[in-house]
C-alpha cells in the first residue's frame, strides 16, 4: 500500500472559481493565472481543465509557457514579467505568447526584433507597488515608441498591479487606480488591472482584461469575507490518514522539544504528513485538521514526515482514519485553507505552493 498522502484536486470547483470571476465582470475578459505549477495544483491539468472557458492564460515565465504548450495549450499565454533575455523573443514570437513590458530594455529589445507575426505587448506601469514597471512619467514616451511599431508590436495595453487591493482601507487603492484612470484616459488604452481581490471587491478596477489568481483555486484574498467570494469552492483538499495511535498519560510531552503536553490522559494519532510534504513547520499547538470529518488539533511539533493530533474526544478515531489538513472531508465538512495560513502566520499561497512533488495530486471532475 502507498503512502496515504496526497492532493485531491477537484476541476469542477475550479471551472466553478473561474466562472465566478468572470461573471463578475462581464465586460472585460478574463485570464486564468496560473503561475507556479496553478498555485500548486498541477500546471498542465488545470490548464486543460479551463481551456473550454478561458479566452488567455498568464504564467510568470517562458519555461512555465512551453509546458503549458507542450502539454497542448494552444490559445494565448502571457508572460506576466515578460523576457528574462532578448534571446527568448524568438520563442515567444513562434509560439505566440503574449508578454508584459515593465523595463526600458525589453522595449529596446521588442523593437529591434522582427517577428513573424506582431508580438502582443502590455505595458506595466508602477503605481506603488515599486516593484516591476515604469513610472508613471515614463510611460507616455514609452507607450509612443511601441505604437509606432505595428509591424514589433501590436495589442497594446496598459496593466498595473494593486498593492491593497485585498483591504479594508481603500485609500492606497483609490491612489493607485486614479494614476491609471489618468494614463489610460491620455493614451486611450485599455487596461488589465484587477487581480482576484480587486476583481471580487472593486468594479471600478475592471478592465479589457481582468487576472484572477488565488480566487481560481478557492482561497478569499481579502482582509474581510462577504459575498461573491463566500462562494468560492475549494479545489485542493491535502488528505492522508493516522497511521499509529498512542495512550498517554497525564503530563506526557509530545514531539521535538516536548513544546505539547497532555493535561489529562489522552490519544494521539500520528499522521503521514509533514515539512516534507510541505506542511508548515510553523503550525502552532491547536492549528486545526479534521479527522473522519471532526475537529481535531495538532499537538506538538510538525515533523518531516509525519505530525501529531490529539484525538482523544474522537472515539471512532483509529489507524487508518481520513485526515484532512485543509479542504473538504469526506463526510462533507470543510477546512479552509485560509483558516489553517492563520494558525501558521502565513497565507494560503505559501501553503498551496508549498505541497511538495513528492505529494501525488488526483484530479477529478463530478
Known sequence: MARPLYADIDLNALRHNYCLARDLAPQSKTLAVLKANAYGHGLVECALALQALVPAFAVASIEEADRLREGGIKGPIMLLEGIFDAEELERVDSRGYWVAVHSTWQAEA????????PIPAWVKVDTGMHRLGFAPEQVSAIWGRLK????????????????????????????????????????????????????????ESHGGWNRPGIMLYGSEPREQVTPPGAGLQPVMTLRSEIIAVRELGEGEAVGYGGRWRTTRPSRVGVVACG????????????????????????????????????????????????????GRAATGELLGI??????????????????LPRVPRRYHSV
Open 148 to 203: 509606432a511599431a505595428p509591424e514589433q508590436v501590436c495589442d497594446l495595453h496598459l496593466m498595473s498591479h494593486l498593492a491593497t487591493a485585498d483591504a479594508v482601507d481603500d485609500r492606497y487603492f483609490r491612489r493607485q487606480m486614479a494614476l491609471m484612470t489618468t494614463l489610460a484616459e491620455e493614451l486611450a488604452a485599455p487596461t488589465c488591472l484587477a487581480n482576484s481581490p480587486a476583481t471580487l471587491a472593486w468594479s
Open 338 to 355: 485560509d483558516e489553517v495560513a492563520g494558525y501558521c502566520d502565513t497565507i494560503s499561497y505559501t501553503l498551496l505552493t508549498g505541497v
Open 110 to 117: 521588442l523593437l529591434a526584433y522582427q517577428p513573424v507575426q
Open 275 to 326: 515539512y516534507g510534504d510541505g506542511y508548515d513547520r510553523h503550525a502552532v499547538d491547536g492549528t486545526p485538521v479534521l479527522v473522519n470529518g471532526q475537529r481535531a488539533s495538532i499537538a506538538g511539533k510538525v515533523s518531516m514526515d509525519m505530525l501529531v493530533v490529539d484525538i482523544t474526544d474522537i472515539a471512532d478515531a483509529d489507524i487508518g482514519s481520513e485526515v484532512v489538513l485543509w
